[in-house]
């Protein structure tokens, strides 16, 4: 496999949380009573089965089990999938299998079977090291709940990432960048570091509408965002795309699958997929409520309620905006095979003039610094 | 058949604007039975979108009513309802020269205002006979007295015998009808001369053509006659004949005195002169009607569409609503910003308002309108003399021997206590003062004052420091020298020739600085720094920069879900097809509306 290959990855969702967090509007979803494990694991499987016959023969360099929280997953369920997803496909030796788990969620005993189950890679949302913060944030763990499933993590699993989210309401530079000091101290080879996002529909939209929860303004957000970019990359952990940061060679090969724009399954309620298939590459979404994913796959086979066969402009706008997330940017060549265009030179020049983006001599685009902390007014420069 | 001349009235009604003139039509039209209640709705001749939105009267209406009076007699009354506002007044002109009187409508909670006072004087002119009414007497602050004082005061006619009425409730209704069969005089006329017609008005209807409204002056207009307009030489076979109930109604003929419609065959609305005086083709009359001035658009702007490949869409939708309005006038322009597009002249900006909002309603376009410009006259060093409709056609400076521009006589009417913020604004527009007097508690303030300054936002400004109390009325008066420069808004250091106006000297830089202001507010932040600059001649008078963005960029992936991002990016770009490309900077299509409205 070349060093930008994409590979193929497979994505779970897990829709079950424990608590909805304010901030999010992921497809996460609270229920009294806890999901019947083993119902889940043969849905899981089945859909899995359904999907190998769609894209068969393919090597699996990925597998992630996201949420939701996929630390509320029985062991034996994480096994079940993972089971499945071997019988139907070859993994590579190197598979990569990344569990999402939540501080307030984690066991040692549980921790050790999702290891026995194959899972070789963690993905703790620990969010914050400050308990106020964590606790306006909604989360269930304090700050000594994260260090100790961290430390937990770093013993069980052979890879350990975790996320932390900045640009709080009120933060200072010298906060987060203390704060991201310390991180750093417990960090293995790789974080996730996002800007907090108000999302439509949200708690936070509502507090935000009313003027109740003021977030940093866009001055400040730069000065956090470089900051951020200028420390880790100080510490050996640059960032390799927008939000994610790591060792060299330490990436998530996961996320990588997605931003190379390769070809990935996606299973679960409201898991998304790219499939190339014979007539082109097809947009897949399933259905997101849970029971109703359920209910659907028990009935048919599968939880698909999206498949759309992307035009050639659709697919060069996903790979703009999947590619210039990374810092090695986007295969020009391979824009125009995906495409069937070519990116206006006029707008590169301009975009090069202002120093925004970069041309390397194998031909791929790629945002600078800059470029990077506006990069979705260039994305759209760019766009068909 | 014909109706005996000493049984017609024909009657305008007069008022400001929201004194209640088409609720008073109302409420004859169903006193006289015109429509079944269940056809009637306010302001039932208000009949355009855009008239009943806005409360207001653009096209004036006739109607024919019949009444029968307390001495036993049927009468035929025709009604004309007319426009308010200044931009129509030309409207009110032609409907008061088809008639022999004017109810004056003075609403008895407010007063006289400015357009009283013009729609007045234009009656008087014309001859009429005024019979005052004063409406909304059902409100506790109407003060009918006092007004009856003001209007014999501030006008000089008598008013001890005028009407009290509620147009909204309905009380007083048939004094006025008693009032305009007894106060005002029928028409007069001869049967057996020949025809003598006038041309009041005429609109193209989709199903019937061009609709040629007209006053039967001498002799008999007949379905299957043929006809000459003596201004335009043109002759037509009548094919319909009839009046406005306000439904249509046809009839076989037209005699003295009375007002109604008819159709002959004719394409367009712009073949008629209003005006014009039509007569027997065979049987002339020896002598035309006097006539009146066609309207003269004295507002011009240009109308580009924001999406250049609506161009074609425009052409055909500003070529219909000029069937319909010959006010209106247009001609191809080319901006190098902009495009292909139209200039176009109006007659006031409220005017311009109107056409923009249909042309964006009616047709579905998206416009930009550049800054409106008054009509300049200049005379050039050869001692020629051009007209300038357009900034951008300015001649060279050293070609220039002398500019002169349009001025206009302003009558303002305002409570005492906003007087000085009047005059004050007044002065900052350059104006002359004329006269200062008092009518009751009010203030008359008569002014002149270039057009120039009143086209931008005089009227809102007025308004604005009146809390909405002073009213205001004008009539272009004539052309006078000024020392007046052209001014450039360079965008990123381009000129953007969409935004170029001429400006006085002494009024440039505050209005660049003001405009620089307004455009660093409305243009969103780019991937690079904006300079905006205004400019005369090659020196820069006013700059401001538009900062650089400096955080854009989703932090989050959402995993695989590359659809979430794609719509995001889809709705960007529709964000962006709604601003205009200059250059490397991407102005919004409503920064040129908000230039309009900048003060300085
Ligand atoms: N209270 C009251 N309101 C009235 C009366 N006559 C008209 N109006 C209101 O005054 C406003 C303006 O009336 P309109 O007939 O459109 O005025 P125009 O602009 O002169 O045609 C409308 O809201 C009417 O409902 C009246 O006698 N009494
Ligand atoms: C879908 S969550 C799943 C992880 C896990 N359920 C948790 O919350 O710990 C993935 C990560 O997205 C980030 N995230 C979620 N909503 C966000 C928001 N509104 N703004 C910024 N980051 C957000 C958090 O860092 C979170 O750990
Ligand atoms: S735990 Fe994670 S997925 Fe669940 S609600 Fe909170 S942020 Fe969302
Ligand atoms: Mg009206």
């Known amino acids: 496999m070349s060093a930008t290959e994409p590979g193929f990855g497979i994505y779970l969702h897990w829709p079950f949380c424990a608590a909805k967090c304010p901030y999010c509007d992921f497809n996460s979803h609270v229920r009294h009573d806890p999901p019947d494990q083993a119902r889940w694991a043969r849905a899981l499987t089945a859909a899995i089965a359904h999907d190998a016959a769609l894209v068969p023969g393919r090597t699996v360099t990925s597998v992630f089990l996201g949420g939701g929280t996929p630390s509320l997953m029985a062991p034996a369920t994480v096994g079940a999938v993972i089971d499945a997803i071997a019988g139907h496909w070859r993994l590579a030796s190197d598979v990569e299998i990344t569990l999402e788990a939540n501080p307030s969620s984690v066991e040692a005993e549980r921790f050790r079977g999702y290891r026995a189950a194959g899972v070789n890679r963690v993905s703790l949302g620990v969010q914050a090291l400050n308990d106020a913060d964590l606790k306006s944030l909604g989360r269930l763990h304090n700050v000594e709940e994260a260090l100790k499933a961290i430390g937990l993590a770093r013993e069980t699993f052979p890879r350990l990432s975790f996320d932390l989210i900045y640009a709080r309401p009120k933060q200072t530079v010298e906060a987060w960048t203390a704060e991201l000091r310390r991180a750093l101290d417990f960090a293995a080879d790789h974080l996730s570091v996002y800007q907090l996002t108000i999302e439509e529909g949200t708690r936070f939209a509502d507090l935000h509408r009313l003027g109740k929860l003021v977030t940093p303004d866009e001055d400040t957000a730069a000065d956090l965002y470089e900051a951020t970019r200028g420390l880790l990359e100080a510490a050996g952990m640059p960032a390799y795309e927008v939000s994610n940061h790591a060792v060299p060679g330490a990436e998530c090969r996961h996320n990588l699958v997605y931003w190379r724009y390769g070809e990935y399954v996606g299973i679960g309620p409201g898991a998304h997929g790219r499939l190339v298939l014979g007539d082109g590459r097809h947009a897949t979404a399933d259905e997101k409520v849970p029971e109703r994913w359920l209910q659907r796959v028990e009935t048919q086979g599968h939880g698909r309620t999206v498949d759309d066969l992307l035009t050639l402009d659709e697919q060069g706008d996903e790979y703009l905006l999947m590619g210039l997330r990374l810092a090695e940017g986007l295969d020009l060549a391979r824009f125009e095979t995906i495409s069937g265009r070519a990116l206006d030179p006029s707008r590169l020049a301009d975009l090069t003039g202002h120093g925004l983006v970069e041309i390397t001599p194998d031909g791929r685009l790629r945002a600078t610094p800059a470029g990077f902390a506006i990069l979705d007014a260039i994305v759209a420069d760019l766009a068909a | ?600």
């Open chain 2, 1 to 600: 058949m014909t109706t005996p001349l000493a049984q017609i009235r024909n009657f305008s009604i007069i008022a400001h604007i929201d004194h209640g003139k088409s609720t008073l039509a109302d409420r004859l039209i169903q006193a006289c039975g015109g429509l079944e209640s269940r056809e009637m709705v306010d302001q039932v001749l208000d009949n355009m979108d855009i008239e009943r939105e806005r409360g207001i009267t653009i096209k004036a209406q006739t109607v024919r009513l019949e009444y029968k009076a307390a001495d036993g007699q049927v009468y035929t009354l025709n009604l004309m309802d007319t426009p308010g506002h200044v931009d129509f007044a030309y409207e009110v002109s032609r409907s008061l020269a088809a008639c022999e009187g004017s109810l004056l409508v003075v609403d008895a909670s407010q007063g006289v205002e400015a357009q009283t006072l013009a729609n007045v004087y234009q009656a008087i002119d014309n001859h009429h006979e005024i019979v005052p009414i004063l409406n909304k007497i059902d409100l506790p602050a109407a003060d009918a007295d006092r007004v009856k004082a003001q209007i014999e005061e501030v006008i000089g006619i008598d008013a001890s015998e005028a009407v009290p009425i509620s147009a909204k409730t309905g009380l007083g209704i048939p004094d006025v009808l008693e009032a305009i069969v007894k106060r005002l005089p029928p028409p007069r006329g001869e049967v057996d001369a020949p025809l003598k017609a006038m041309l009041v008005d005429s609109w193209y209807d989709t199903y019937l053509g061009v609709v040629v409204l007209v006053r039967v002056v001498d002799g008999v207009l007949r379905k299957g006659q043929k006809v000459r307009m003596m201004g335009t030489g043109a002759t037509y076979e009548i094919e319909r004949v009839g009046v406005f109930t306000p439904k249509m109604r046809d009839l076989t003929q037209l005699s003295p005195g009375e007002i109604g419609f008819i159709t002959a065959s004719i394409k367009e609305v712009a073949d008629t002169r209003v005006g014009d005086t039509i007569t027997d083709d065979r049987k002339p009359t020896a002598e035309a009607l006097p006539g009146f001035r066609p309207a003269q658009p004295v507002v011009f702007c240009g109308l580009f569409p924001v999406d250049a490949a609506e161009f074609e869409d425009l052409r055909t939708a500003v070529g219909k609503l000029r069937l319909n309005d010959a006010s209106f006038t247009y001609e191809m322009e080319t901006s190098a910003a902009l495009g292909f597009g139209f200039r176009c002249g109006f007659l006031g900006l409220l005017h311009l308002e109107i056409i923009q909002e249909r042309l964006e309603r009616e047709f579905n376009l998206d416009l930009i309108a550049t800054a409106p410009s008054v009509v300049y006259q200049m005379t050039l060093t050869d001692d020629s003399t051009i007209e300038l409709h357009n900034p951008a056609d300015m001649p060279e400076v050293t070609k220039i021997e002398e500019i002169r521009e349009p001025w206009i006589r302003a009558t303002i009417l305002t409570p005492d206590e906003y007087l000085g913020s009047v005059l004050k604004l007044c002065q900052d527009k350059r104006g002359v003062q004329i006269d200062l007097s008092y009518a009751g508690a009010r203030a008359m303030v008569v002014y002149d004052l270039p057009l120039n300054e009143v086209v931008f936002d005089f009227y809102d400004r007025l308004k604005s420091v009146s809390k909405g109390y002073a009213s205001f009325d004008y009539q272009i008066t004539d052309y006078r020298p000024a020392d007046l420069v052209r001014m450039q808004i360079l965008v990123n250091s381009e000129p953007v020739d969409a935004l170029a106006m001429l400006v006085h000297r002494t009024r440039a830089e505050s209005r660049g600085r003001a405009i620089c202001e307004k455009l660093k507010d409305v243009i969103p932040p780019h991937m690079f720094q904006i300079p905006v600059q205004a400019a005369i001649g090659g020196k820069i008078i006013a700059r401001e920069t538009i900062r650089a963005l400096r955080k854009d960029v989703t932090a989050k992936c959402y995993g695989g879900d590359a659809t979430r991002k794609r719509k995001l990016l889809d709705k960007q770009k529709e964000g962006k097809k709604r601003m205009r490309q200059f250059g490397k900077v991407e102005i919004p299509q409503e920064a040129f509306i908000q230039v309009l409205k900048v003060e300085g």
